[in-house]
């Protein structure tokens, strides 16, 4: 029968489980989300896209800028009313534009698939006529996108260009606009260019036009049943950056110096980087991130970036745009202008990665450690193991310490209490003489909590690499079971929306791993002697129970570490429980030495 001390344990720990069940995102992930702001009120305006022109073409001159040339337009071929399609595909990307607002409607990564679906992963998610990928609004974010057919012209000297070009009459008055996207084979990023020519510039309150990113970065989520899920919005401001991370219905205005901005998963990110009018000190744009409920449980989440208004007859602004997986390999190339071909250098996109903080140092080294292991071993979840087993191997003089040290606090005990009764009314006292004591046995008494500490360290390190690690992304260690290490295992899935707490998988590890903390927990309470029976059924029991709701979902890869964790500790705790039995016996039968006046002295 369980005995009542136990059962207010459980039910103890249950009322905790269940309040920390909902702040568990804001607790593991080190950004809090944006308090929601309202909606910034709609400006009542004639929306500057309806006021096309008829049959009149901006063109391409020879110095790249739109210009009313008639001898330029017999070179161009007819606008068509009907929406065609026009498809760029390299080894990492396929894109697909429309030329409708001379748009992007597919970004797929030809590297990387999506672990839910047998397609490549697709990055331009949500896309519809209200809302497409390097849309632009002519205005500020509020405005609808250009929905009209733009005319399109390829380069027939560079395959690797597209141009879509087209007039609007804004406020009466003519202006020509201009996309060009400049891919390069062999990478993510690639060069949107916006060309405008209006003879009185382009001024609609205070704005001139507004590009956007995708409406909902892939590969798609169910945020209800992926709480390890979210989207961020990231920029990077020469010295830090901003890692926010978005919620339902919001809309955030983002004003301050950006060298870049966008919004990011866990493992790809859609990053806009402007040439030269975004560095620092920028008086000619400001960020949007907006979020909006659509088709359900998949919101949009989006950047947009506004370009102040300008009275400059030809105006070209170039964004260097990175849409690609969020990753150290991927990224570091444009911290050197030798090791990418857009000869950018010092814009710090490794800001935008996901890391543990002030642990990072840690989570780097144990980065760098599974990768070496990664060279021998083919197996993610097998080199889980092995680090697993050489960090306990390196922390087990502190384990042994730790033991050591409790056994030696219950020898010191008897005269503690004594300490403890006669100075009960002098605390300051109290303390020095306990400080003697501590002394003369050559003990003190925060060394227990050293293994601990770099326990909890590492384990803190451990989930944000196993999160967010993008290597991990798809690594398989059992087929069948566990196929992803970044997600929880999975032996059975049902329909509907699943059991509270738990979702609609049946999982093995988290039963596996409350398991074996509780059998490890059984083992060490006969080294911890001093603690009260409540506050060890507790620990025993409780703490469990909490983690196994709290990481019911997590990823496999940090319950596999933790489950390993817990068997070689035990492996550890045998070994060392022999040699406490074996040091007592030797303290219990040793016999002090007699005082006495003679010197021992040879």
């Known amino acids: 029968m369980i005995e009542k001390n136990t059962i207010w344990a459980i039910v103890l720990s249950t009322i905790v489980i269940i309040g920390a069940y909902f702040v568990l995102p804001l607790v593991m ?26 049959e009149i073409v901006a063109v391409e001159n020879n110095s790249e800028e739109i210009t009313e040339s008639t001898d330029a337009e017999e070179e161009v071929e007819e606008v068509k009313s009907v929406e065609e399609f026009i498809t760029y595909k390299n080894d990492l990307v396929e894109v697909i534009f429309t030329t409708k607002g001379g748009d992007i409607v597919s970004y797929k990564l030809l590297k990387h698939n999506d672990t839910d679906s047998n397609d490549f992963v697709q990055l331009s998610d949500n896309i519809n006529d209200k809302n497409r990928t390097c849309a632009i609004a002519l205005g500020s974010s509020e405005k609808e996108i250009i929905n009209e057919i733009f005319n399109f012209k390829k380069d027939e000297k ?32 690639f060069k949107l260019e916006v060309l405008v020519h209006s003879d ?3 001024d609609i309150n205070g704005a ?15 945020a209800k049943q992926n709480r390890y899920e979210n989207r961020q919005f990231i920029a990077f401001d020469g010295k830090k950056s901003k890692k926010n991370i978005l919620a339902d219905g919001q809309f955030k205005k983002y004003e ?61 602004d170039s964004y260097f745009m990175y849409f690609g997986p969020r990753n150290e390999k991927d990224v570091k190339i444009y911290n050197n202008s030798d ?44 080199c889980i193991i092995i680090l697993t087993l050489i960090l306990k191997l390196l922390l087990f003089p502190l384990s042994k310490k730790q033991s050591m040290g409790t056994l030696k606090m219950q020898q010191l005990q008897p005269q503690i209490k004594i300490v403890q009764e006669k100075y009960k009314d002098d605390k300051q006292r109290q303390q020095i ?34 999160n967010n690690y993008f290597e991990f992304r798809g690594a398989s260690f059992i087929p069948g079971w566990i196929p992803d290490l970044t997600a929880g295992d999975s032996v059975y899935t049902f329909e509907g929306n699943g059991i ?77 429980n022999a040699m406490m039995k074996s040091k007592k016996a030797e303290m219990e039968n040793k016999v002090p030495a007699k005082k006495t006046g003679k010197s021992t002295k040879k």
């Open 29 to 54: 992930n080190k950004n809090a989300p944006i308090p929601e702001t309202p909606a910034a009120e709609q400006v009542a305006e004639e929306t500057a896209n309806k006021n096309v022109s008829n």
């Open 158 to 189: 560079n395959p690797n260009v597209f141009f879509f070009t087209k007039d609007f009459k804004v406020n009466g008055k003519k202006v020509s606009l201009g996309k060009r996207y400049t891919f390069e084979p062999e990478e993510y990023m």
């Open 200 to 202: 009185s510039g382009l």
């Open 208 to 222: 001139a036009y507004t590009l956007r990113t995708s409406p909902q970065i892939g590969p798609y989520f169910d």
């Open 256 to 316: 301050k110096d950006f060298v870049w901005g966008g919004i990011a998963g866990k493992y790809f990110e859609e990053i806009v980087i402007p040439e030269s009018l975004g560095i620092l000190n920028n008086p000619y744009y400001s960020s949007s991130i907006e979020v909006k409920k659509k088709d359900k449980d998949y919101a949009n989440a989006q950047a947009m970036f506004e370009r102040k208004s300008f009275t400059d007859k030809d105006v070209k």
């Open 339 to 382: 090791t990418n071909k857009w000869n950018l250098s010092g814009i710090k996109l490794s800001e935008s990665l996901q890391t543990s903080g002030w642990l990072s140092w840690l989570e780097n080294i144990l980065k760098w450690c599974l990768e070496k292991l990664h060279l021998l071993i083919s197996n993610w979840g097998l």
């Open 433 to 466: 003489e306990l400080q003697k004591i501590y002394k003369e046995a050559n003990y003190n008494p925060a060394s227990g909590c050293l293994p601990l500490i770099f326990q909890f360290l590492i384990i803190f390190a451990m989930y944000n690499l196993f």
């Open 500 to 576: 509270w707490l738990l979702g609609n998988h049946i999982r093995i590890l988290p039963v596996v791993y409350v398991a074996s903390q509780i059998l490890f927990s059984i083992i060490t309470q006969t080294t911890n002697a001093t603690a009260n029976g409540m506050s060890m059924k507790i620990m025993t029991y409780g703490m469990p129970i909490f983690f196994f709701f709290l990481f019911y979902n997590a990823p496999s890869g940090l319950l596999i570490y933790w489950i390993t964790s817990n068997v070689f500790q035990m492996i550890q705790q045998f070994i060392i």
